[in-house]
């Protein structure tokens, strides 16, 4: 048999061996998830580096809260061996209308002790109540907050389980997940040093923001989250609501009333020209420029908060 011969045998052998393993089942590309928004996005980049693919659904500048995924948006999560979400209170309610596929619930990994309530902050401001009608007393709704991303010593806590899990979705792709998270987890508690040093001289002065996104990292770094326009999305507050709000802004001094970019803008606006404070801008989501990383996100919103009472 000569060379040319040989090398022909060669080829058919390859090819009949991978289309065999294709026959079974076996996927010779890399394991690809999906992730609702960027920054559960770029967490699980950190972990999967090396290993696997990661995308986001949602587009930077969409609030998951009222997000309506389309028959374009399906199509993204086909060939993803999961989807990873935040859970009740963002995105839980339509993702659990998508198709069957592996869905991970992110918020379940952060330890029970460290969940906080939507309601511990800002019902007393807002009226946000709801009245039974039955008995004529006011119930107060404790949902809990699912913006559990904003401190980065809760990220750092669920990593284990993250590793779990990706792990059992991906056997042979344990070692890399563990060192990745080793890793990770050293960035995390720089990260976390880094903002309580920065964010110190903040410690107990308050802040009004649009929408409770940060009630986690208000808490970790001691930051007083003094009042909020619109704590469900969609429910806008009374104007009776709003004057205690303008009153309670002009009390406390705050320098300035907080908005999204993936929320409406002109509430914020309104509040502040009547309470004679300024408008920033801080972004829970990212994904934009200077706002990419896990690591950069937080420190934009550091960097703003900060920046309101210079």
Known sequence: MNKNNLHGLFLLIIVFFCVTLLGNG???AQPHYMATIHPLTEILKKLTQGRAGVNRLLAPGISPHTFDPKPSDLKLLEGAAALFYVGEGLDKEWVDRLPALKKVEMLSLVPPAYRLKMVEHFHETTEQNFVDEKNGHVEHPSPTDPHFW???HLVREMLPGLVQILSSLDQDGRKIYEQNAAIFTEELEQLDRDLTEQLKPLSGRSFFLFHPSFQYFFKRYRLELAGVIEPFPG????????????QKIKQTGAPAVFTEPQLPRRPATVLAEAAGVEVFMVDPIGGTSGRMTYEQLLRFNADIFRKAYE
């Open 235 to 246: 429910k806008e507050p009374s104007p009776k609501a709003l004057y205690k709000i303008v």
């Open 150 to 152: 904003t401190d980065p």
């Open 26 to 28: 076996v996927v010779l």
